[in-house]
T-cell receptor, first 114, second 115 residues
Framework: KAGVTQTPRYLIKTRGQQVTLSCSPI?????VSWYQQTPGQGLQFLFE???????NKGNFPGRFSGRQFSNSRSEMNVSTLELGDSALYLC?????????????FGEGSWLTVV | AQTVTQSQPEMSVQEAETVTLSCTYD???????LFWYKQPPSRQMILVIR??????QNATENRFSVNFQKAAKSFSLKISDSQLGDAAMYFC????????????FGGGTRLMVKP
C-alpha cells in the first residue's frame, strides 16, 4: 500500500511568486492535513480537509489556501511568497475524521524562497 | 488553545541504555489523544506510540513506553535498550477528540545515541 505522496519534493521560488504543492493520501483516506515546519516556529498546523470540506484552519494569513478533490488528493497554494515562507511542508492523511486513528505523514515538500 | 511543551531541546544516551523524554501539555478538555512522533533525517514523521486520555494504563510498544499522568498533564516517553537507529528528533503531539485530525506539536527533542 503506497504511503502519503507529496510533490514536488524540492522547489525554489522567488519572492512574490506563488506555489502549489500536491499531496496524494493513502488509498481510502479521506482526511488530509497540512503542516509547516521551520526552525524558528517548529511544526504548525495549516489546515485540514475531509471529504472536500475544510474542517480546521490554523493561524496563517490568507495567502495560504488549500483544497481537496473528490479523489481525496489535496493541494495547498501560497501566493505572494515571502522569504519567511521557506519551510518544509508536510502533508498527513488519516482514514476517518476523528478519534484515535493513526495519522500518516508524507516526506514533505521543501520550499525555498529567494 | 492547547499547548505542548518539550523542555529538553537535546538529549544524549549511550547505546543499550534507557532514556526518558519529557512532555507537558495544557488543555481544558477531558477527551483527547497524545502521541510521540519520531522524525529521522529523512524528515518523514513516524508514529512511535499513542495514548488515549481515557485509558489509565500506560501505552507500550516494544522498547517504547509512556508515563501518562493526566492530572499533572505530563506525557513522557521512555526508550529502553536504545539503538543507534533511535537517533532522531522526537515530537510530542496533542489531538482533541473533537477537532478532527489537527495535531498540536511540541518543539521537539533531538536524541543522540552514542555507540
Amino acid at each position: 500500500k503506497a504511503g502519503v505522496t507529496q510533490t514536488p519534493r524540492y522547489l525554489i521560488k522567488t519572492r512574490g511568486q506563488q506555489v502549489t504543492l500536491s499531496c496524494s493520501p493513502i488509498s481510502g483516506h479521506r482526511s488530509v492535513s497540512w503542516y509547516q515546519q521551520t526552525p524558528g516556529q517548529g511544526l504548525q498546523f495549516l489546515f485540514e480537509y475531509f471529504s472536500e470540506t475544510q474542517r480546521n484552519k490554523g493561524n496563517f494569513p490568507g495567502r495560504f489556501s488549500g483544497r481537496q478533490f473528490s479523489n481525496s488528493r489535496s493541494e495547498m497554494n501560497v501566493s505572494t511568497l515571502e522569504l519567511g515562507d521557506s519551510a518544509l511542508y508536510l502533508c498527513a492523511s488519516s482514514s476517518i475524521n476523528t478519534g484515535g486513528n493513526t495519522i500518516y505523514f508524507g516526506e514533505g515538500s521543501w520550499l525555498t524562497v529567494v | 488553545a492547547q499547548t505542548v511543551t518539550q523542555s529538553q531541546p537535546e538529549m544524549s544516551v549511550q547505546e543499550a541504555e534507557t532514556v526518558t523524554l519529557s512532555c507537558t501539555y495544557d488543555t481544558s478538555e477531558s477527551d483527547y489523544y497524545l502521541f510521540w512522533y519520531k522524525q529521522p533525517p529523512s524528515r518523514q514523521m513516524i508514529l512511535v506510540i499513542r495514548q488515549e486520555a481515557y485509558k489509565q494504563q500506560n501505552a507500550t510498544e516494544n522498547r517504547f513506553s509512556v508515563n501518562f499522568q493526566k492530572a499533572a498533564k505530563s506525557f513522557s516517553l521512555k526508550i529502553s535498550d536504545s539503538q543507534l537507529g533511535d537517533a532522531a528528533m522526537y515530537f510530542c503531539a496533542y489531538r482533541s477528540a473533537n477537532a478532527g485530525n489537527m495535531l498540536t506539536f511540541g518543539g521537539g527533542t533531538r536524541l543522540m545515541v552514542k555507540p
